[in-house]
């Protein structure tokens, strides 16, 4: 298959740029982040305390976790219930990265996600696709943009999708906790791959990123053939 990675902190903008490239060059978007936050959800929604390893482990046992396409949108199945509407909000987002950190959470995603991409092209963004899903990606792409930018970004999509938040401040704060135990844990961490291409885009408008990945693509596409 022709697989794409993306990595990078959160709030650069991966999951915006990824969905676009996925539509403008015909590959299908995976969003493993809405996995995680899946879980996440699902967790704390029964109960379990997310700090606490060894109840979450208990409970993933029996979850059962599935991803499919509707209208070319991923949605999330967690034991038969479609839980993509609940997970796009700041509290999903800490929760996920709470449970990220364990390894019988990573197999878990890794399971659906490597199986998605064996079987479709995909565009696929999280923290560690190119490090250790897809190793062999056409192309690694590593999208970031300082804390403050992303703070806003952030904002502006929670904004957008009327969705509770702080304030600026605060989130900056989340999304900085955030980068650092995702790029901290012992298991995956969040890093470049050494043949990943780096994008900082704190100074460039969307379609500049759009544009910038597609041109990639097309030049990952070529060195194929
Ligand atoms: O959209 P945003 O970048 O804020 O986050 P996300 O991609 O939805 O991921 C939420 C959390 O899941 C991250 O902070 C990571 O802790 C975790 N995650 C991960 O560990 N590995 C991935 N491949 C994707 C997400």
Same mark, same amino acid.
């Given at each position: ?15 915006? %740029? ?43 046992? +029996? ?19 479609? %839980? ?82 702080? +304030? ?58």
């Amino acid at each position: 298959m022709f697989n794409v990675a993306i990595d990078g902190p959160g709030g650069a903008g991966k999951s915006s %740029v990824a969905k676009a490239a996925a539509s403008l060059m015909g590959l299908s978007y995976v969003d493993s982040g809405a996995l995680y936050r899946s879980i996440g959800y699902v967790l704390s929604k029964t109960g379990v305390d997310l700090n606490a390893p060894s109840a979450i482990e208990e409970k993933l046992q +029996d979850m059962e976790l599935e991803l499919f396409y509707q209208d070319h949108a991923q949605h999330v199945l967690v034991n038969g219930e479609d %839980v993509t509407a609940y997970i796009r909000t700041q509290e999903a987002g800490n929760g996920a990265s709470k449970i990220a950190v364990l390894e019988s959470v990573r197999n878990k995603v890794n399971e659906v996600i490597r199986k998605t991409a064996s079987s479709l092209d995909v565009i696929m963004d999280g923290r560690d696709i190119g490090t250790v899903v897809l190793p062999d990606a056409s192309l690694k792409l590593f999208i970031t943009a300082s804390s403050e930018v992303r703070a806003l970004r952030r904002l502006t999509e929670l904004e957008a999708a009327g969705k509770p938040h702080g +304030d600026l401040e605060t989130i900056k704060r989340e999304i900085e906790e955030r980068d650092y135990r995702d790029s901290h844990r012992e298991i995956a961490p969040l890093k470049m791959a050494e043949d990943g291409v780096l994008l900082d885009t704190t100074d460039m408008k969307l379609y500049e990123v759009v544009y910038q990945v597609c041109r990639l693509i097309d030049e990952a596409r070529e060195k194929r053939t």
